[in-house]
């Protein structure tokens, strides 16, 4: 079946340190890819999505590229902030678009 | 509210009595999504609504797990004789889209209902 593996965490970082979250999938066709990202005492809020391959998204300054040669979608930013600090989860939907299948969650901690 | 409202927010109960959960869909919303994300782990999907029908059941852990969804719109997840693995926090999402656009698009969630069996 389809899964989602990305890396655990915590990963700490200093204020504008540059962030990477490494995400790989394994799926069957060609699913729409996306992150997810938990703010303290919040709800999950989708950032941002690709739903084909070599498609970009990006929001907040954050981006990720649909890699289907390596079946990836790392998260990145160029300057975190004390604001991102969340958990961040990668997540897949599967061909017929009824569920999306999420990766085990990477708490970012941004220390000023 | 705006959003997907849940109750309750918090529930502690003893090992074997039954629970309900609560969840509010936006309004309009036709997909709704029940996932459970366990301390430590990520979201593990329980059952998906079309409507009132739920074409995929198969995430729900046990027969004790039972979930329904009326006039297409108000969820509620059952747990029976509940016992202490089922510890957890219930996340109820839902979304515009549903399978009709090929992809779930943009999922709505709610904060959850925490789940304590003592």
Redesign the interface.
Known sequence: GDSVTQMEGPVTLSEEAFLTINCTYTATGYPSLFWYVQYPGEGLQLLLKATKADDKGSNKGFEATYRKETTSFHLEKGSVQVSDSAVYFCALSDNAGNMLTFGGGTRLMVKP | GA??SQSPSNKVTEKGKDVELRCDPISGHTAL?W?RQSLG???E?LI?F?GNSA??KSGLPSDRFSAERTGGSVSTLTIQRTQQEDSAVY?C?SSL???R????G???????SRLTVL
Do not use: I
Not at chain 2, 101 to 104: R, T, V, Y
């Open positions: 959003g997907v999504y996932y782990q990520g979201l999907f998906y079309q074409p995929d996340l999402a889209a549903g399978s656009l090929g992809f779930p943009e999922l709505f969630f709610g904060e959850g």
